[in-house]
């Protein structure tokens, strides 16, 4: 299995915008279905996005309209591109391939009001 690290969070105000990235170890050709998902303090973790290995990408409601995803099988990194971001969006970001069952260490984002 390929490693993912999770990169790109930070603090920003309501309104702003992030990129995160999902940097893999290796190949992620061949990995059909990658998983963001966030986990605020004190709630479950939540799935927010899914993309699959040609480009076809679902979203929850909370983020629909908002967040994007994407990824480049070329430069094995999968994104998350979030606009609009409120505070309730605050959480620790997490990438993972469907079928895995580990998790990395996530990148946390936290929204300013």
């Known amino acids: 299995q390929v490693q993912l690290v999770e990169s790109g969070g930070g603090l920003v105000q309501a309104g702003g915008s992030l990129r995160l990235s999902c940097a893999a170890s290796g190949s992620i050709f061949s990995i059909n279905i990658i998983d963001w998902y966030r986990q605020a303090p004190g709630k479950q973790r939540e799935l927010v996005a899914t993309i699959t290995r040609g480009g076809t990408t679902t979203y929850a409601d909370s983020v629909k309209g908002r967040f994007t995803a994407s990824r480049d099988n070329t430069r094995n990194a999968v994104y998350l591109r979030m606009n609009s971001l409120k505070p309730e969006d605050t959480a620790v970001y997490y990438c993972?391939?469907?079928?895995?069952?580990?998790w990395g260490q996530g990148t946390q984002v936290t929204v300013s009001s």
């Open positions: 993972k391939p469907r079928t895995y069952t580990t």
